[in-house]
């Protein structure tokens, strides 16, 4: 089940740690939660290479953290619309989905929740640049922005959750 989290809300996995996913063309930042979904801590980024590495390596850290459940930042324009780099991390998802390892895909299936990750990114920069002793480049480069911003994204969705769940 891939859809907004608004629309999937009910159906999330309770009790079960949440992997936040800031998907990018060169690498995915990774952020988990805590089993009763109330606290995003950064994690690790993964540098991307082919989709079948990459999924083995996210299985790696599904395993090892047991994951229930899973956020994607989903970067819709400013204007509210959903433009080309969403339809990108719907595929992501898609293909998520059906490469995960069926040991590791729950009986009801896999909880994939889409979250508006507007300014994640800008603003994971700019708290680098005001809070942390190095550059915007070489946290980049780093791996640090990108596990921010997928921390920015899961906790933007766990207060969601709070307030609606």
């Not at 079960?16 to 800031?22: A, Y």
């Not at 996210?58 to 459940?69: C, M, N, S, T």
């Not at 002793?133 to 921010?148: H, N, Q, T, W, Y």
Request: net charge neutral; with cysteine; glycine share 8%.
């Amino acid at each position: 089940m891939i859809d907004l989290l608004e629309n999937i809300i009910k159906e999330r996995p309770k009790g079960e740690r949440l992997l936040g996913m800031d998907i990018g063309k060169k690498t995915i930042g990774l952020a988990l939660s805590d089993s009763v979904q109330s606290i995003a801590t950064p994690l690790m980024t993964i540098k991307r290479t082919k989709f079948s590495k990459d999924i083995k390596k996210l299985e790696d850290v599904i395993r090892e953290y047991e994951v229930g459940g899973y956020v994607l930042g989903y970067p819709l324009n400013m204007d509210n619309s959903a433009g080309a780099k969403c339809q990108s991390v719907r595929d992501f998802g898609l293909e998520f989905e059906a490469q995960l390892s069926q040991e590791l895909k729950p009986s009801k299936g896999l909880w994939i929740a889409l979250w508006d990750e507007r300014l994640s990114t800008a603003s994971v920069e700019d708290f680098v640049d005001s809070s942390m002793d190095m550059s915007r480049r070489s946290a980049k480069e780093k791996g640090v922005i990108d596990k921010l911003a997928a921390q920015f994204i899961l906790q933007g969705a766990l207060e969601y959750i709070r307030g609606h769940g």
